[in-house]
DNA sequence: CTATTTGTTTATCC
DNA sequence: AGGATAAACAAATA
């Protein structure tokens, strides 16, 4: 589920456990999302006693700082969530790490749960930035992200279809399914639209209609999880008979770059 | 029972 | 080489 404002959504939910030692950590090391943590238990170890600093998004990832250097690396996969509880919380069996933090009485009790387990938890204690955490390439909201740096990334893929272009974490850091479907929408491009295919002008709508989806998407669900406007494609794109904001034509669905996409005929029609 | 899912990685094929 | 495709991971939901 997470993309990179749902991810920014759950960042905000661990803040209120800043600055308050660990009194206990609950984890299941035999978890699979552990699979990338050598040995789980050292997080509960290093982490007694420790306090929160500091929580990060970049993308889909998230990275939370922990007094002595130690750095935490989460990623939701499909159905992680970061969420808050109330002191002596009783951890439900998909919670996978779970922190008491002092004092036990009265502090939030930050839980970790992920069903599906297609999640990652990332572990680094140092002085440095995470190796995982290290030349993180900019994200579509970012000052970084300018237009000629765009532009490049399209020129140096050419026959990449557009969806799948969208998707890649390397190039496009945040964005996911319904984003990706956003974007097309908003450029008026067909998904399987190849790079190469693209006008310098729809190029350019391009860029400006990724930068504005990851922001609105901030805005509207990375900080509150707002519904979405009836404008925008999202709440068409799943529902049944769902019809095209802008025309009212049915949408389409199949299957581009192994997602099902969700697009108006009428309205993205293929640029070759 | 079936098919679906807002993610990523790996193997395999073309 | 680079991209498509399918499988795998695992559980809930319809």
């Known amino acids: 589920m997470p993309e990179l404002a749902e991810v920014e959504f759950y960042r905000k939910r661990w803040l209120p456990g800043l600055r308050q030692p660990v009194a206990k950590v609950a984890l299941n090391p035999q978890a699979r999302v552990f699979r990338e943590v050598p040995r789980p238990q050292d997080i509960a170890h290093a982490l007694r006693g420790e306090c929160l600093r500091a929580a990060d998004a970049h993308g889909k990832q998230l990275r939370f700082c922990f007094s ?18 109330k002191p002596g919380y009783v951890p439900d069996r998909h919670d996978h790490l779970v922190f008491f933090l002092e004092p036990t009485s009265s502090a939030p009790v930050l839980v970790f749960t992920d069903p599906r ?20 390439p900019p994200q579509p909201m970012d000052r970084k992200f300018t237009r ?34 956003e974007i097309c929408f908003r450029a008026r491009l067909h998904p399987a639209d190849r790079l190469q295919s693209l006008s310098p002008a729809q190029q350019r709508e391009l860029w400006r209609r990724t930068r504005q989806v990851a922001r609105d998407a ?37 299957s581009i770059a192994g997602r099902t996409t969700a697009f108006c005929p009428v309205c993205q029609i293929p640029a070759t």
């Open 148 to 181: 000629p740096y765009f532009l490049a990334l399209l020129q140096s893929h050419p026959r990449t279809p557009l969806k799948a272009f969208l998707l890649n974490q390397d190039r496009c850091p945040g964005i996911g399914n319904w984003m990706a479907d």
């Open 68 to 85: 002595g250097h130690h750095q935490l690396g989460v990623h939701l996969g499909m159905t992680g969530r970061l969420h808050l509880q």
């Open 218 to 254: 901030l805005r509207v669900i990375g900080t509150d999880w707002s519904p979405p406007p009836e404008s925008w494609l999202f709440p068409h794109r799943w529902r049944d008979g769902g019809c095209c904001p802008r025309d009212g034509t049915a949408l389409i669905r199949e």
């Open 117 to 136: 387990m297609f999640g990652r938890l990332r572990w680094f204690s140092g002085p440095d930035p995470a190796p995982w955490w290290s030349d993180l």
